[in-house]
């Protein structure tokens, strides 16, 4: 049976958006929609804002309990990356690390320590009005390995890459060493092979490129000042979190489906 959710929206702040007609958002698909389509949403971004993102996040919930019951599945991200704070590798234990963990902190990274590292470095960008980026990092245990993948086009390393780059910011994706591992040599790399192993990670990097007072273009093709008012994150990160939960369980309660 399909599933029908309904999410009223009762906190609107159509006037903090009153400077937008005048002008393109900077790195934003305000140019891109009104060139395709002829309208765009100024009012948040219509079909580009993280607003969308609820569906995913609804269905991800669904997704997670299937694959929970069907083969112990268990999806966690976390914030491993906020700027230049880094969250050292080693520092999260995979196989205990509980959702809590994550959720109980503001940052949603684990590790206490790193999390005061991580609002030090968001809290010095918003005094000045600017924004960083940073990387999330998603583990899969227990992964239904038997019924993910198929060959040529829709493997699974390119499935879960095509949704997660298909979430707003988001700027790169790796799967286990990423490009790290060309750093390597293949002895190095290699891991032995064992058959009951179905643990896997990937890294999501994701940026807000929009400043609160950012050089744009008008409409009419001269330079101008825009300044976005009202709700914007100094660093997206957090709130990608759950994101990138929802798009792998998606990626793998389809799998397992077909």
Same mark, same amino acid.
């Given at each position: 049976?399909?599933?029908?959710?309904?999410?009223?929206?009762?906190?609107?702040?159509?006037?903090?958006?009153?400077?937008?007609?005048?002008?393109?958002?900077?790195?934003?698909?305000?140019?891109?929609?009104?060139?395709?389509?002829?309208?765009?949403?100024?009012?948040?971004?219509?079909?580009?804002?993280?607003?969308?993102?609820?569906?995913?996040? %609804?269905?991800? $919930?669904? !997704?997670?309990?299937? #694959?929970?019951?069907?083969? /112990?599945? =268990?999806?966690?991200?976390?914030?491993?990356?906020?700027?230049?704070?880094?969250?050292?590798?080693?520092?999260?234990?995979?196989?205990?690390?509980?959702?809590?963990?994550?959720?109980?902190?503001?940052?949603?990274?684990?590790?206490?320590?790193?999390?005061?590292?991580?609002?030090?470095?968001?809290?010095?960008?918003?005094?000045?009005?600017?924004?960083?980026?940073?990387?999330?990092?998603?583990?899969?245990?227990?992964?239904?390995?038997?019924?993910?993948?198929?060959?040529?086009?829709?493997?699974?390393? %390119?499935?879960? $890459?095509? !949704?997660?780059?298909? #979430?707003?910011?988001?700027? /790169?994706? =790796?799967?286990?060493?990423?490009?790290?591992?060309?750093?390597?040599?293949?002895?190095?790399?290699?891991?032995?092979?064992?058959?009951?192993?179905?643990?896997?990670?990937?890294?999501?990097?994701?940026?807000?490129?929009?400043?609160?007072?950012?050089?744009?273009?008008?409409?009419?093709?001269?330079?101008?000042?825009?300044?976005?008012?009202?709700?914007?994150?100094?660093?997206?990160?957090?709130?990608?979190?759950?994101?990138?939960?929802?798009?792998?369980?998606?990626?793998?309660?389809?799998?397992?489906? %077909?």
């Amino acid at each position: 049976m399909p599933i029908h959710v309904s999410v009223p929206n009762t906190d609107m702040r159509g006037h903090d958006y009153s400077e937008m007609p005048k002008a393109y958002r900077p790195s934003h698909a305000n140019a891109t929609y009104y060139l395709r389509y002829g309208v765009r949403s100024v009012q948040g971004g219509g079909r580009s804002s993280a607003r969308e993102t609820i569906g995913r996040i %609804a269905s991800g $919930a669904v !997704a997670k309990k299937i #694959l929970k019951l069907f083969s /112990g599945t =268990e999806i966690l991200a976390y914030v491993s990356q906020v700027h230049k704070v880094v969250l050292p590798e080693g520092m999260v234990d995979y196989d205990t690390l509980i959702f809590d963990q994550i959720e109980s902190k503001i940052i949603r990274c684990p590790d206490p320590e790193y999390v005061e590292k991580m609002i030090v470095e968001i809290d010095a960008v918003r005094v000045r009005g600017d924004f960083v980026g940073g990387v999330v990092t998603c583990i899969v245990r227990n992964c239904p390995r038997t019924f993910c993948g198929s060959p040529v086009f829709d493997k699974l390393e %390119a499935q879960l $890459a095509k !949704a997660a780059m298909s #979430l707003p910011a988001t700027k /790169g994706f =790796e799967f286990g060493s990423g490009f790290a591992g060309t750093f390597r040599t293949g002895s190095e790399h290699n891991d032995v092979f064992h058959v009951i192993s179905q643990n896997c990670h990937c890294y999501i990097s994701f940026y807000e490129f929009l400043l609160l007072e950012n050089s744009s273009q008008s409409l009419e093709k001269r330079k101008t000042e825009i300044i976005a008012r009202g709700r914007h994150d100094p660093c997206v990160v957090p709130r990608a979190v759950p994101m990138v939960e929802a798009m792998v369980a998606l990626v793998l309660v389809d799998q397992v489906m %077909a």
